[in-house]
């Protein structure tokens, strides 16, 4: 469904704010990339927007309804392993419902500086540069 030789899979990416901290997410045990960290988020459907695709996959793993959200950037990573994607990166500072862990090894709130110390996905190591330079 999601793989096109052709093309990279088109991805939503959310970093949510809250205060001065980040939710950074561990991929679970069996998924592709596993026990990596990464912001959440997830691909798309065919028919999807990316903005679509965000409302989506937040309520799907962590129970909440964005309510403000701002697209950052959009990058293109293509892994060792060939997997290629197109990440759209949105911020978001205002939500309903309490972020509630529905697929992830671990969830946590953390320090914009702590990230980078964690083992985080390489595709979402681009959007970091951006993030210290907003603070």
Request: proline content about 4%; overall charge negative.
């Amino acid at each position: 469904m999601y793989e096109d030789a052709e093309a990279p899979v088109r991805v939503s990416v959310a970093v949510i704010r809250k205060d001065d901290t980040v939710l950074l997410c561990q991929r679970g045990i069996n998924h592709r990339y596993g026990l990596k960290w990464e912001f959440p988020g997830g691909k798309a459907f065919p028919d999807e927007s990316p903005v679509e695709c965000l409302e989506r996959e937040l309520e799907e793993e962590l129970d909440i309804k964005p309510s403000n959200m701002k697209e950052l950037s959009t990058i293109r990573h293509t892994y060792d392993d060939g997997g290629d994607f197109l990440l759209t990166f949105f911020e978001i500072t205002e939500w309903e419902g309490e972020p509630t862990n529905h697929v992830f090894e671990k969830i946590e709130w953390l320090d914009l500086s702590a990230v980078e110390t964690y083992d985080l996905l390489e595709g979402s190591r681009a959007i970091l540069e951006y993030l210290k330079s907003s603070q």
